[in-house]
């Protein structure tokens, strides 16, 4: 039986097509456009997304995690075995050269400060984006919940996107469909302000930015004092 | 209007300087073809889809085949007739469409895109290995279509073509569709083209030197 409503996620394609087809662009442009619409929503999930993905991930005797391939930004790590996400805590200090089999920082002495008293850490983390490598105290052998900021392209299927973002990839591709069409410059400047205007829209009232999405998980999910 | 009425109309215009068959049929339909030719081109440039008009289906009641060519481990269609060559991806062939149950309609890719498709987008998202590609894409080289990202239902079922053919692929009774408002000027056009051939008998054989 046919839904009774359109779906809320739709494929990138039938996006381009709509597009195409309210436009009369011709077919020509299609593989072109595509590309165009693909690149639009990986830059909107680098930079204002909503949306995030969350994956368990085994981190090895040292407590080093390989990032996945599609990793974008870091959001934040959890045990996974815990009905509570407690997040780990980043330490800048932590030398991964030197972190060990073992949890290697003892926190005992450090929960006590001059702003809280409380939620001592068992979990520590640093970033290393040059190797793709979150090293870790305190989640040696574990499984992780990482949660990060993913490209959003599906490699195993069409990308689905929320069609709120359809407007977004909209304008895009009309802005870029001008500058393959050879619009003068004064058109392609109305197509961008459309572009950001559209981004404005979405970001208002659909899609908050990625640190605002970040502030809000961690806020309900720290468990107290973080330092 | 048909062809061969098309032709007729032409000739019965022409100027009657010579008693013989001056004008072969064959010269007129060239002349046809070339002042078609040319509308169709002005057509494309004032927009693509107005060709929509004038394409001819192929594969329509018996798919048309898609082989592989094994050496280039790629799919191919033969195309079962000539087409009018436009300066776009598509060129002549404006639509491929599946015989699958799905219809799969394919987009037309230039032989480049083609090329460098593997490396983007269209090459790694657009399934994964072993599923079904949910687009898939087709190129004009030569005598044929090239196909990319082809399912094996696809493969099996053929193929309908779309394709916009030139003057000399129509038969005498076929019906001939002159773009929008230029038959003045195709008519115009061949006879002038065809007046610029001067008769045998009026070489000027007083010529001091021939």
Redesign the interface.
């Known amino acids: 039986m046919a839904e009774t409503y359109a779906p809320a996620l739709v494929r990138i394609g039938d996006i381009v097509e709509s597009f195409m087809a309210k436009w009369r662009v011709p077919m020509n442009d299609f593989t072109n456009m595509l590309l165009f619409a693909f690149d639009c929503y990986r830059d909107n999930m680098s930079h204002t997304s909503r949306l995030y993905n969350r994956k368990i991930v085994t981190a090895d005797a040292n407590g080093t995690i390989t990032m996945p391939k599609d990793m974008i930004d870091f959001i934040g790590l959890c045990p996974a075995t815990e009905k509570t996400l407690w997040p780990s805590t980043e330490n800048t200090n932590l030398n991964p050269e030197a972190v060990s089999a073992n949890s290697d920082i003892a926190d005992g002495y450090e929960s006590v400060g001059y702003a809280g008293r409380g939620a001592v850490n068992e979990y520590y983390h640093k970033i290393v984006w040059g190797e793709r490598k979150i090293y870790t105290d305190g989640f040696e052998g574990q499984d992780v919940l990482l949660m990060y900021v993913s490209t959003g392209i599906r490699t195993d299927e069409e990308t689905y996107i929320d069609v709120t973002l359809a407007p977004v990839i909209d304008a895009y591709l009309y802005w870029r469909l001008g500058e393959l069409n050879g619009a003068p410059i004064n058109e392609l400047e109305r197509r961008e302000r459309g572009f950001e205007k559209a981004i404005r829209l979405a970001s208002r009232y659909r899609l908050p930015p990625l640190r605002s999405v970040w502030d809000s998980l961690l806020s309900v999910t720290s468990q107290g004092l973080r330092r | 209007m048909t062809k061969a009425e098309m032709r007729a109309s032409v000739k019965g215009a022409l100027r009657k300087i010579d008693s013989t068959a001056k004008y072969h049929d064959r010269m007129i339909d060239r002349a046809i073809e070339h002042s078609m030719n040319q509308f169709m081109y002005d057509l494309y440039r004032k ?3 107005d060709l929509d008009q004038y394409i001819r289906e192929y594969g329509g009641e018996v798919a048309l085949a898609v082989t592989e060519d094994v050496s280039t481990e790629s799919y191919y269609t033969d195309l079962p007739a000539a087409y009018v060559v436009f300066p ?3 060129s002549g062939v404006r ?1 491929v469409v599946g015989h699958d149950r799905d219809k799969t309609v394919l ?3 230039s032989i480049t ?1 083609m090329l460098l ?1 593997d490396r ?3 090459g ?5 290995d072993g ?1 079904p590609y ?2 898939s ?1 087709y190129a004009v080289r030569g005598s044929r279509v090239v196909y990319y990202n082809t399912n094996s239902h696809f493969r099996r079922a053929g193929v309908r073509i779309g394709i916009v053919i030139p003057f000399s692929e129509y038969a005498d009774e076929d019906e001939i569709r002159i773009p929008f408002g230029q038959e003045d000027r195709t008519f115009i056009a061949v006879s002038q083209k065809l007046a610029q051939i001067p008769p045998a008998e009026l070489i000027d054989n007083n010529k001091d030197a021939q």
Do not use: G, H, I
Not at chain 2, 124 to 128: D, Q, T
């Open positions: 927009d693509p889809r776009d991806k598509q639509y987009y037309p890719m895109e498709a983007t987008y269209l790694s998202s657009l399934a994964e599923d949910t687009r894409f």
